[in-house]
């Protein structure tokens, strides 16, 4: 089984609420730069190398995603790249552990 953890925005939203990822499309585009794809286009599923992301279904603008790793030897390279690149925190789900690179 893999891993999995909650993408959410580095930076905290006044009141109630997580603040915004980005719009889909914004995601989309900005991750096709860093070899991260959807499988089908419109998909709320997204490869990169180690790693599968996966969107709220219907839900525009982003402010979660769901990561899994599928391979612990490169994942954690990609994923603290993108975390950086684009002002990520990353919540273990398992430990309730929270980390920004």
């Known amino acids: 089984m893999a891993n999995q953890y909650?993408?959410?925005?580095r930076s905290e939203r006044p009141g109630d609420g997580?603040?915004?990822l980005g719009t889909?499309?914004?995601?989309?585009?900005e991750l096709a730069n860093s070899n991260v794809a959807p499988e089908v286009p419109e998909g709320d599923v997204l490869y990169g190398p180690g790693i599968r992301l996966e969107f709220p279904p219907g839900i525009d603008p982003v402010n979660q995603i769901l990561l899994s790793i599928m391979e612990d030897e490169i994942a954690w390279l990609v994923i603290l790249r993108l975390a950086k690149k684009f002002g990520w925190r990353i919540l273990d789900t398992a430990t309730g552990r929270e980390f920004s690179p």
């Open 6 to 9: 909650v993408i959410l925005a």
């Open 18 to 20: 997580l603040p915004e």
């Open 24 to 29: 889909r499309e914004e995601i989309v585009r």
